[in-house]
């Protein structure tokens, strides 16, 4: 018997439509969604695997999803300020399409949940952290001697700054950690920089914007910060070096200062063994710096 192909045009449209999946990662957040009688699961590590299994048959079926992270407090407040009825499947899904445009999300590719998961939440702290260093910056005003603005200026001297480490870097992959210790919170921010086979520098966009602004409000707050580096390539040890946050640039670390940060114990304030095949050294010159900020009132 020749074989029929039973697809229809409705069900090659279905395979054609992009789909979102709020997922609540922990089970404080899956407690607070069962007060609602319409959210009908009842236990958080089935409601998991169905997650999953859904995840897993669309892939199947061609269709891309979009997994997003759902939480209740912020639901409760979107659905207060639209006039929505929390306890409604239909509010569900149209807050949920939002968090795919303005909301922490990643795109389904095949990994188990477990993976996924602190890649998600990951990406909620990277973009909370953004949005709170933009609102800290935005609020700093104007310069009261020159009427410049601060947090631009602050950010163009961060932007300005990055550019002459990743300029100054030996090649390979570069990680990098930005801290800044800011009132009434600490901040801190990652940014990953890889060599293309053409010579150019790989950025992830979201995660420069929101490195350049925790380093531009260590600058404009004259904060306690500083920004670190690993570079790694083939042949060679990994490569850690980097600079304290001082005025509006960068002070370079001694290759003992890191060597000290990364063989302590945070907490305890033990030393810890070195990594084996880890050169713990002075950066390399970041050339002459630009004119200086102006000198903020703060």
């Given amino acids: 018997m020749a074989h029929?192909?039973?697809?229809?045009?409705?069900?090659?449209?279905?395979?054609?439509?992009?789909?979102?999946i709020g997922l609540l990662t922990d089970e404080q957040d899956f407690r607070a969604m069962r007060r609602y009688r319409s959210f009908t699961f009842d236990d958080h590590t089935a409601y998991l695997q169905q997650i999953e299994e859904l995840l897993?048959?669309?892939?199947a079926e061609g269709g891309h999803t979009t997994v997003a992270l759902f939480d209740p407090e912020e639901y409760a407040a979107y659905c207060a300020d639209a006039g929505l009825d929390p306890d409604a499947t239909a509010s569900r899904t149209r807050y949920t399409a939002e968090l795919a445009a303005t909301g922490p999300h990643l795109p389904y590719d095949g990994r188990p949940?477990?993976?996924l998961v602190p890649d998600l939440v990951?990406?909620?702290i990277r973009q909370a952290t953004w949005e709170y260093a933009s609102v800290l910056l935005s609020r700093l005003g104007p310069c009261a001697s020159c009427g410049e603005d601060i947090g631009r200026a602050a950010f163009?001297?961060?932007a300005e700054l990055i550019a002459r480490v990743l300029d100054t870097a030996p090649p390979g992959d570069r990680h990098l950690v930005c801290s800044a210790s800011t009132t009434p919170e600490s901040l801190s921010a990652v940014l990953h920089a890889d060599d293309e086979s053409d010579g150019a520098v790989r950025l992830d966009e979201a995660e420069a914007l929101e490195f350049t602004t925790v380093l531009a409000l260590g600058i404009a707050t004259r904060s306690p910060g500083g920004l670190v580096m690993r570079t790694i390539a083939p042949g060679v040890p990994d490569r850690i070096y980097g600079w304290r946050l001082r005025g509006d640039g960068l002070e370079p670390l001694t290759a003992g200062e890191v060597f000290d940060a990364y063989c302590t114990d945070v907490e305890s304030g033990d030393l810890?063994?070195?990594?084996?095949?880890?050169d713990y050294c002075a950066p390399p010159d970041l050339g002459e710096d630009g004119p200086p900020m102006s000198p903020h009132a703060h």
């Fill in 4 to 20: 029929t192909d039973h697809h229809t045009p409705r069900h090659d449209l279905h395979r054609e439509i992009a789909g979102t």
């Fill in 56 to 59: 897993k048959t669309r892939a």
């Fill in 113 to 115: 949940l477990a993976e």
């Fill in 122 to 124: 990951g990406e909620a």
């Fill in 156 to 158: 163009a001297r961060a």
């Fill in 272 to 278: 810890v063994a070195p990594e084996s095949g880890v």
